[in-house]
């Protein structure tokens, strides 16, 4: 598509369920990124990958918090038992070749409840 | 590791007034410098960068940015804003071959007509 497209928008969760926040790229770009974006805050670099292969997911900041790739394509940040401090907008972007011409999405924004 | 402050967290100016908006960052070599715009809602726009060269670039809707190594300084400015230009402003960086941005917290521009 012309660009990078997240969806839900919006989503509220109760403190404990579990949630996929769903990003679909640029078509052809290589690279994928997920940030988080906490209420009053800049972005903060969650993960990212090339193709499938996730290279980096040093900013996960638990283990509750899985990413995937499968096809090179869409990608799928999962977010297990969810807590009160996941609530945050998240950011997907997208580059051809993995450099910083990043293009990203409008977000999700995750309220936990 | 790179940092980026944006000291100023809200800034007000009347439509028609020039813009400077101050990013500061940290980091031991030469980096690569970035302006994003947020407006509400959406995702984050590019509008410059700097990676080597000139040290003044220009970005789209009228906006440049200098790079001064010796303040470690990447202000961005407009000589006249319009009221659209009301949002969110995030200087970032990134540091060599990674792929990762740090972002600063962000300025709100509030534009009176």
């Known amino acids: ?113 | 590791a790179q940092s980026v402050t944006q000291p100023d967290i809200h800034i007000t100016v009347s439509e028609g007034a020039s813009l400077e908006l101050r990013c500061n960052y940290s980091y031991g070599a030469t980096p690569y410098l970035f302006w994003y715009v947020q407006s509400p809602g959406q995702g984050l726009q590019l509008l410059l960068k700097y990676f080597s060269g000139d040290t003044l670039v220009q970005g789209i809707k009228g906006f440049e940015a200098e790079f001064k190594r010796s303040q470690s300084s990447f202000n961005l400015r407009k000589p006249s804003v319009h009221w659209s230009d009301a949002a969110e402003y995030f200087c970032a960086v990134g540091a060599g071959s990674n792929y990762k941005l740090t972002f600063g917290k962000g300025t709100l521009l509030t534009v009176n007509p």
Do not use: M
């Open chain 1, 1 to 113: 598509g012309a660009g990078v497209s997240q969806s839900p928008r919006y989503k509220v969760a109760k403190r404990g369920q579990d949630v996929a926040l769903r990003c679909d790229p640029i078509s052809g770009h290589v690279s994928l990124f997920w940030y988080q974006q906490a209420l009053g805050q800049g972005p903060e670099f969650l993960t990212y990958f090339q193709n499938e292969a996730q290279l980096d997911k040093s900013g996960l900041p638990s283990d509750r918090f899985f990413a995937e790739r499968p096809e090179g394509s869409v990608s799928t940040l999962k977010i297990q038992r969810t807590q009160q401090e996941d609530s945050a907008v998240y950011l997907c972007a997208s580059s051809r070749d993995g450099h910083y011409g990043y293009t990203f999405g409008s977000g999700t924004r995750l309220t936990v409840v």
